[in-house]
Every structure is written in structure tokens, then in C-alpha cells.
């Protein structure tokens, strides 16, 4: 499908826009890019294929939660302003 020049300026129209003459050249390449582009999607081999949603079936996969022991605590916590009992104390945010 070949893209007009007054095709480019009834788009244009609809959308409440003004284009200058070279505008209107730059913007009917790029839509026949766009077109042939979509033809080209259109016209691909499909036959025999599966309709898939995603790659995978598998949802929802989480690890298991384990405990791991920080081992250097007083590196972890010479970066706090405040500290209190081995832990960072920060000022109380709830009434």
C-alpha cells in the first residue's frame, strides 16, 4: 500500500495539526516505513504454530525464605547515625 501525499494531510487534519511541505515528505516516508513494516508482520509464516501467551507456563515461582546470620554486624553498623541494641534506630514514624 502506497501512502498519499493527500492522505499524509487528512491525517494531519484529524489530528489538528499544521505541517510545512517538507514536513509533509518526512512524514509520508515514515509512514510507509511504518506500513511496510506492518505488511511484513501481517504476511509471516503463522501456519502450524501453537498460540502461546508467554514463554512459560510457570507463574508465581518464588524462592524459599531462609534465615542467613549476618556475621559483621558492627561493619554493617558504622555507616548509622544512631545505633540501639545491634540495630540501626531510626526516628519513630506512627504516632
Do not use: C
Not at 531462609?66 to 540501626?88: W, Y
Amino acid at each position: 500500500m502506497k501512502i498519499s501525499k493527500e492522505e499524509i494531510l487528512h491525517i494531519a487534519n484529524l489530528a489538528q495539526l499544521t505541517l510545512e511541505d517538507s514536513e509533509v515528505e518526512k512524514y509520508m516516508e515514515n509512514l510507509q516505513d511504518i506500513l511496510n513494516f506492518a505488511n511484513i508482520v501481517n504476511n509471516a509464516p503463522v501456519e502450524g504454530l501453537d498460540v502461546t501467551i508467554g514463554a512459560n507456563e510457570e507463574k508465581n515461582i518464588f524462592r524459599e525464605d531462609k534465615v542467613k546470620i549476618f556475621e559483621d554486624t558492627s561493619s554493617l553498623l558504622q555507616n548509622a547515625p544512631e545505633q540501639d541494641r545491634n540495630m540501626f534506630k531510626i526516628p519513630k514514624v506512627l504516632n
